[in-house]
């Protein structure tokens, strides 16, 4: 079995990329997928553990792009983490996190709680910062009881302390990932809150943007979801992927291979479509 969709310490998870490595190894997984945040920096580490342990490490990132009903995000497979334009576009909007952070603790601020931004930049420990570190800052200064608190009371949309991320055109991130030689995928579609005719067309506009393929196998959708993005993806001709969106204790209810609960089930036969669609050199 393989997972197709992890984060390390890099992004948003709570493993750094040799931990997440040796997790698989132990799960007995054949190959991962690292699709951090807006970054590559975990790759290189992961492949080299990945190539000690004996598990394929596939090089990805995960971006999240604008759209009119919220973020779309888009998991780039087989790309060339060296690629000039890619490393350039991926900090830019890794210092867009970083500003994103520092508003988000400043309104924290006006409620009364007092972090830091300092605070949050060091429990990342990378570019790459989310909401999820802010969340565990505010767990550790016991302002919260969990990080699913942290983001229910102040940093899911419609919260206090939410900020909204300054994002790329879905066009522009599907040519970037393409261009650095991989392959654009549409990650967890049922997050997008469409269904039906609309999430067709949806979907038909991303794949007339470049998209080679859907997330089916998540952690988040039902059997009844898989089967009917199973079906679009078949009609559009599309690639099917799959992983947990495994992020360690920052999502304690999702596990590194088998989602929640043991609800996803990705196949080697998954990662060899990708290969082929690929034009990344192996």
Same mark, same amino acid.
């Given at each position: 079995?393989?997972?197709?969709?992890?984060? %390390?310490?890099?992004?948003? /998870?709570?493993?750094?990329?040799?931990?997440?490595?040796e997790?698989?190894a132990?799960?007995? &997984?054949?190959?991962?997928? &690292?699709?951090?945040?807006?970054?590559? #920096?975990?790759?290189?580490?992961?492949?080299?553990?990945?190539?000690?342990?004996?598990?394929?490490?596939?090089?990805?990132?995960?971006?999240?792009?604008?759209?009119?009903?919220?973020?779309?995000?888009?998991?780039?497979?087989?790309?060339?983490?060296?690629?000039?334009? *890619?490393?350039?576009?991926?900090?830019?909007?890794?210092q867009?996190?970083?500003?994103?952070?520092?508003?988000?603790?400043?309104?924290?601020?006006?409620?009364?709680?007092?972090?830091?931004?300092?605070?949050? #930049?060091?429990?990342?420990?990378?570019?790459?910062? /989310?909401?999820?570190?802010?969340?565990? =800052? &505010?767990?550790?200064?016991?302002?919260?009881?969990? =990080?699913?608190?942290?983001? @229910?009371?102040?940093?899911r949309?419609?919260?206090?302390?939410?900020?909204?991320? @300054?994002?790329?055109?879905a066009?522009?991130?599907?040519?970037?990932?393409? %261009?650095? /030689?991989?392959?654009?995928?549409?990650?967890?579609?049922?997050?997008?809150? *469409?269904?039906?005719?609309?999430l067709?067309?949806?979907?038909? @506009?991303?794949?007339? &943007?470049?998209?080679?393929?859907?997330?089916?196998?998540?952690?988040?959708?039902?059997?009844?979801?898989?089967?009917?993005?199973?079906?679009?993806?078949?009609?559009?001709?599309?690639?099917?992927?799959?992983?947990?969106?495994?992020?360690?204790?920052?999502?304690?209810?999702?596990?590194?291979?088998?989602g929640?609960?043991?609800?996803?089930?990705?196949?080697? %036969?998954?990662?060899?479509?990708?290969?082929?669609?690929?034009?990344?050199?192996?």
């Amino acid at each position: 079995m393989i997972d197709l969709h992890t984060h %390390s310490t890099a992004s948003d /998870g709570t493993l750094t990329p040799e931990a997440l490595v040796e997790l698989a190894a132990k799960k007995k &997984l054949t190959a991962i997928a &690292l699709t951090d945040h807006d970054t590559v #920096a975990g790759v290189p580490r992961a492949v080299e553990a990945g190539r000690k342990a004996g598990v394929e490490v596939v090089p990805g990132v995960e971006v999240s792009v604008d759209s009119e009903r919220g973020a779309v995000h888009l998991l780039g497979y087989f790309v060339r983490p060296d690629d000039p334009s *890619l490393q350039a576009k991926l900090a830019q909007w890794c210092q867009a996190r970083q500003q994103r952070a520092r508003r988000i603790v400043e309104r924290l601020e006006e409620l009364g709680i007092g972090i830091s931004y300092a605070q949050v #930049a060091e429990l990342a420990g990378s570019e790459s910062i /989310g909401r999820p570190h802010v969340a565990r =800052v &505010l767990l550790g200064a016991k302002a919260v009881r969990s =990080v699913e608190e942290a983001f @229910e009371r102040y940093l899911r949309r419609g919260r206090p302390a939410y900020v909204p991320r @300054e994002m790329p055109e879905a066009a522009e991130a599907i040519a970037l990932i393409r %261009s650095a /030689g991989g392959v654009a995928v549409l990650a967890h579609p049922a997050t997008l809150a *469409l269904k039906g005719t609309d999430l067709e067309a949806r979907v038909k @506009e991303l794949h007339a &943007l470049g998209l080679d393929g859907l997330e089916v196998h998540w952690s988040g959708h039902s059997m009844r979801q898989r089967r009917d993005l199973l079906a679009l993806a078949k009609k559009l001709s599309l690639l099917v992927t799959g992983g947990s969106d495994f992020h360690g204790d920052n999502k304690p209810g999702i596990q590194l291979g088998s989602g929640r609960r043991g609800n996803v089930r990705v196949a080697e %036969s998954v990662l060899e479509a990708l290969r082929r669609r690929c034009t990344l050199s192996i």
